[in-house]
């Protein structure tokens, strides 16, 4: 739960927050295929408070080690608003183990998108 007193970000200090920004450099160089959200994804992302207020969509999820890893989308960003991405890597007890927002979608990864259209395609 997020102390009221911290209410622009999760509560994490400085330190933290680096951290955060350096598992973030290393998953995105991770080879992985990003899935749709299920229905059930959408009801536990929009029900944490939390997290909900980083990005108005949850495009994507991916199971990687005892991790879920998320991203959401901004209706409004780029300057003066925040990037369009924020990446979230939620622990199974629920606690964040890594966090950053981005603008460009990491070479590595393949949006649930990108599947779909392949397939599509074949």
């Given at each position: 739960m997020v102390h009221e007193s911290c209410k622009d970000g999760l509560g994490q200090s400085m330190a933290t927050d680096a951290l955060w920004i350096w598992r973030f450099r290393?998953?995105?160089?991770?080879?992985?295929i990003w899935q749709a959200?299920?229905?059930?994804?959408?009801?536990?992302?929009?029900?944490?408070?939390?997290l909900q207020?980083?990005?108005?969509s949850l495009i994507a999820v991916a199971d990687v080690g005892n991790r879920r890893w998320m991203i959401v989308e901004r209706d409004w960003h780029?300057?003066?608003d925040p990037p369009e991405w924020a990446?979230?890597?939620?622990?199974n007890n629920n606690a964040v183990w890594a966090a950053a927002d981005f603008d460009i979608w990491p070479d590595?990864?393949?949006?649930?998108?990108d599947v779909t259209e392949t397939k599509n395609n074949a």
């Open positions: 290393q998953c995105r160089k991770r080879r992985l959200p299920t229905e059930k994804d959408n009801r536990t992302w929009a029900d944490d408070e939390s207020r980083f990005g108005d780029g300057w003066p990446f979230f890597a939620i622990e590595a990864w393949t949006r649930p998108n």
